[in-house]
């Protein structure tokens, strides 16, 4: 019987790279110099350091682009509030959002039951597992979810016959 997998994941070494990227950029930048301005990193979770809400928000910009520029869809990331720590320094804690929440697995299985394809949809822990007579159907149901789920990036994978 075919199956597909429906996830939502994150390459880990590619934000690493990102955040490294972007470290060595506001370093070298004119309009960075002298700051404090940098981006830490632990596991998924990114804090954005600055002097200011200005600074904050470049960092952040740069940060996107550098993600972008390496894949990684920034529509996973979830931005905390700006908190200021000592003087007038800020930070901002970023965090990068892998698997799919309970909540948006229900939505999805919701989606396609109510689409009458001939498929089952069934939620493994962070994954949402599609199975089905044919793979043309399959292939419907992707279409399908691609076009109803735009606000969060979604991968298919393990397609198998």
Known sequence: MPTFDIVSEVDKQEVRNAVDQVN??????????????????????????????????????????????????????????????SGNKVKQVVTVKTGLETELAKKIVKYIKDSKLKVQASIQGDVVRVSGAKKDVLQETIQLIKKTIDNFPLQFQNFRD
């Open 24 to 85: 060595k950029e506001v370093n070298t930048r004119f309009d960075f110099k002298g700051s404090d301005a940098r981006v830490e990193q632990a596991d998924y979770q990114l804090t954005m350091f600055a002097d200011d809400e200005f600074k904050l928000e470049q960092v952040s910009d740069i940060l996107m682009a550098k993600l972008t520029k390496r894949n990684v869809d920034v529509r996973c990331l979830d931005k905390g509030q700006i908190e200021k720590i």
